[in-house]
């Protein structure tokens, strides 16, 4: 065997240990196990964020590692992780490394290319040095993208490599042979709201180590516009046909940058909220505030789509659709609108998005999910009825409209004309009374309208003056309506705040159902006619008698004249 100084690799000494310096004099050859390596070491992986999850080890190489960092004797582990790990190499540029490097003695019948120290070398020089590394847990941590050291953890695991340690408990110390290992998540191990840990590259030697796994968790957040505002909230209320934009919002592992391929996938389940063609043509898709969505379409694999209330969208790869990192987030928006079946009042119209992520960066078809965000949106309803003032009665055939007078809540809506399925429009619909004397109306928002009397009943006088309505609402920090409450003045200015029955105004306001319930009324005019002589036919006479009381006078006065003169 032929023996000379070697370097050992960055990542083994300085990288991964933390410290610095030069190994001692190495034979380049395959070396067997020898009683006069260092006893076990140890390490203790820690958690993050993940509860259940357990961890699988692979052992390298073996070699003496000292307390300092310094390794020596290196060799590989078995012959099945030399040729799996190997076989990746070449697939890289392990051949022209070694040509750089000068490697090109043999000792012992081992080639350079099959050197446990060369290829400890060579690895150390990509996973610590090259800027393309990946976000493996190395020691210091690097910096960038999925590459070797992602992709040579992902080859063992696929190959089958023999594990020296399955199902390692969080904080629990596996203690070995001392040496290089590779630690990644145990496949099946992973529930919802957790991410495998990028792969953990470690030197295990004389001193003992506690390394934290490195999985940021995916999280997902739906939120829903109220009205004209700006901001985003966890519930808010609307009228029928009103376009309500919602938003989901997702971020990703912060070693998504660890996985071959990163599947990302919002399912957003919709009650009482329905798109249509257009809605669905207008889901805008967005990374760190940039639109991808063009992007997102013209990529195989991915999709937009929605069936049933259902609103998917699929990225079948997002470290293809555009730069991630940790931190970053994913958001889509898009417009939605009260469906013909949509709950009024407390029930609410409860809309919830899943987020799934590709969770394992060691197997590209694993994947988990994050815990469901829930929205609400509301809806009121209003029962008008109109009866007579004097007797209650309910009156038929009253007719009104019913327009939007305030635009504090929704700025495109004031001015507008509630209509039967309580949409709006720019032109009036009349409402008109049943024989029960009420009309009724769901499908509107929370504000102020002025509801005019355009007929009143038969026989009856109309109101003095138009009613407004104001419907108000509160929820809760959960976002549940926690109280439903409306006001009105004007009409005949016959109503109170606490009314009694016999009295108009609001009888009822209901939190649980979202109905509003107005009681109006109208003054009777009642026709009382005379006995035996109309009043009419009264004032003809006495004008009559006037006229001829007066007639007389007149010819007195002119006989009395003309005797005067004889």
Not at 187 to 195: N, R, S
Not at 393 to 422: C, H, I, P, R, W
């Amino acid at each position: 065997m032929i023996c000379k100084s070697a370097r050992v690799s960055a990542v083994l000494v300085a990288g991964l240990m933390g410290f610095g310096g030069f190994a001692a004099p190495v034979c380049q050859g395959i070396l067997a196990p020898s009683s006069a390596w260092a006893a076990d070491g140890s390490v203790t992986i820690s958690q993050q964020h993940n509860t259940g999850a357990t961890y699988d080890g692979y052992r390298i190489f073996k070699a003496d590692v000292d307390s300092t960092g310094n390794a020596t004797n290196i060799t590989w582990e078995s012959d099945t992780v030399r040729s799996t790990v190997l076989a990746y190499l070449d697939s890289c540029d392990y051949g022209t490394w070694l040509a750089n490097e000068g490697h090109t003695d043999s000792a012992n019948g081992v080639t350079p290319h099959d050197n446990a120290q060369n290829a400890a070398d060579y690895i150390g020089d990509k996973i610590h040095n090259s800027a393309e590394d990946a976000e493996a847990h190395t020691i210091p941590p690097t910096t960038k993208g999925d590459t070797f050291a992602n992709g040579l953890a992902r080859e063992l695991a696929s190959k089958g490599v023999g594990k020296v340690t399955q199902g390692l408990a969080s904080d629990t110390a596996y203690t070995g042979e001392q040496g290089y290992y590779l630690f990644v998540t145990h496949a099946g191990t992973i529930g919802t709201d957790e991410a495998g840990t990028a792969p953990i590259w470690v030197a295990v030697g004389a001193t003992a180590q506690t390394i934290t796994e490195k999985s940021a968790i995916p999280t997902v957040k739906k939120e829903v516009k109220e009205d004209s505002g700006t901001e985003y909230g966890i519930a808010a209320d609307a009228h029928r046909g009103q376009a309500m934009s919602y938003r989901l919002t997702g971020t990703v592992a912060a070693n998504a940058n660890s996985f071959e391929t990163y599947f990302y996938e919002f399912v957003d389940t919709m009650s009482g909220m329905v798109m249509d063609d257009a809605d669905v043509g207008n889901v805008t898709v967005k990374i760190d505030g940039t639109d991808v969505t063009t992007t997102l379409k013209g990529q195989t694999g991915n999709s937009i789509t929605y069936n049933d209330g259902v609103l998917t969208v699929t990225i079948a790869d997002l470290l293809r659709l555009g730069t991630i990192h940790a931190g970053s987030k994913v958001t889509v928006d898009y417009n939605a609108h009260l469906a013909t079946d949509a709950q009024m009042g407390q029930a609410g119209n409860k809309n919830t998005v899943v987020l799934n992520y590709s969770s394992d960066p060691a197997s590209t078809g694993s994947k988990a999910a994050a815990s469901a965000s829930t929205v609400t949106t509301y809806a009121y309803a209003l029962e008008l009825k109109k009866v007579d003032q004097g007797t209650r009665e309910a009156l038929g055939n009253a007719e009104f409209t019913m327009q939007v007078a305030d635009s504090s809540t929704d700025a495109a809506s004031k001015g507008k004309y509630v209509q039967v399925d309580g949409s709006l429009s720019t032109t009036a619909y009349t409402f008109k009374t049943g024989a029960d004397g009420t009309f009724a109306v769901q499908g509107i928002d929370e504000g102020t309208y002025i509801i005019h009397e355009v007929n009143p009943p038969a026989n009856h006088k109309a109101l003095a003056a138009d009613m407004t309505l104001t419907i108000s609402r509160t929820f809760d920090s959960t976002g549940a309506l926690s109280g439903l409450s409306a006001e009105v003045t004007g009409g005949n200015g016959l109503f109170v705040s606490n009314p009694q029955d016999g009295q108009d105004g609001i009888t009822e306001a209901s939190t649980a159902t979202g109905e509003v319930d107005l009681t109006v009324s109208n003054k009777r005019e009642t026709y009382l006619p005379g006995t035996g002589m109309t009043t009419s036919s009264a004032g003809i006479v006495a004008g009559f008698l006037l006229l001829t009381g007066g007639l007389v006078g007149v010819v007195h006065r002119f006989e009395g004249d003309m005797d005067d003169a004889a």
